[in-house]
């Protein structure tokens, strides 16, 4: 296909354009040679590699996920309208995408969602989306804000290690259970692209998956260093819905009456009132 239709690499360059770097964090002005965002500051906002956001510019990537894409649309800041232009140019319906996420989640699990209060619930696509979040689970994640994905999160989200001090065992289980999500669901695209694109944007992630070790999410412990509540302990427990395949509840418990307690019903109150 030639580089003149290339509508989203096009697209993109034009919206990346329009970004004041001031609005996202970054300082302006300066050494800067073109209006907008850089190509990695894009990429690093998004939660994706830097090469493959380039090669999404260049025309070399025709097929985004709906994620990938939603990610990209809240780094560039865009409008709904924008949103929904940028998923036609790549082709793809702006339904796909994470914002109608919890439409698809089974009603059983929705309803769990709010059967923990003061514990982090959330729920997973067979891809290791975040499809839906309580109030709780959306305040501990929020430092990964716009990145919809929690592989992608892992690997590639620049404060993934300082709030995971636990990060290489994590990855280890995460990676374990994609794969074998992988095999329960040999036709999910979104397993496939999410695998290949990581497995060269990553080292790290090559070696796990390519070690070949498979293994489910079960009862775990995990540290959380949020960088406005600070440390919190959470056992993790996962459940599954027979009538979801593929989807699971991931819900975190801290102990009760402990500092992790105070500290999580403290970061669900600040983010609750925002």
Do not use: C
């Not at 990695?40 to 090469?51: C, K, N, Q, R």
């Not at 669901?185 to 080292?203: C, G, H, K, N, T």
């Amino acid at each position: 296909m030639p580089a003149t239709d290339n509508r989203l690499g096009a697209y993109l360059r034009a919206q990346r354009a329009r970004v004041d770097p001031r609005d996202v964090g970054l300082r302006g002005g300066g050494d800067r040679r073109v209006a907008g965002l850089r190509r990695e500051e894009i990429a690093v906002l998004a939660g994706v590699s830097v090469d493959y956001y380039a090669r999404l510019e260049q025309g070399r990537e025709r097929n985004p996920s709906p994620q990938v894409l939603d990610a990209i649309g809240r780094a560039l800041r865009l409008t709904p309208d924008a949103r929904g232009h940028l998923f036609r140019v790549a082709g793809l319906n702006p339904a796909l995408g994470p914002g109608s996420s919890r439409a698809s989640v089974h009603p059983e699990l929705l309803r769990l969602l709010d059967a923990f209060p003061t514990s982090a619930a959330y729920v997973l696509s067979p891809a290791f989306d975040v499809l839906a979040t309580n109030g709780v689970a959306a305040a501990l994640l929020s430092p990964f804000a716009g990145t919809a994905n929690m592989v992608r999160v892992l690997f590639q989200h620049p404060q993934a290690r300082s709030v995971f001090p636990d990060w290489p065992t994590l990855t280890e289980n995460v990676v374990h259970a994609m794969r074998l999500n992988a095999g329960l669901f040999p036709d999910d695209e979104q397993i496939r692209a999410l695998v290949a694109d990581l497995r060269q944007a990553s080292p790290e992630f090559r070696s796990l998956w390519d070690d070949q070790t498979v293994g489910g999410l079960t009862r775990m412990f995990k540290v959380v260093h949020h960088p406005d509540a600070g440390r919190i302990e959470l056992t993790y427990q996962t459940f599954d819905v027979r009538d979801a395949p593929g989807q699971q509840l991931l819900v975190g418990t801290p102990a009760p009456g402990g500092r992790s307690a105070e500290a999580l019903a403290y970061l669900a109150a600040v983010h609750a009132s925002d």
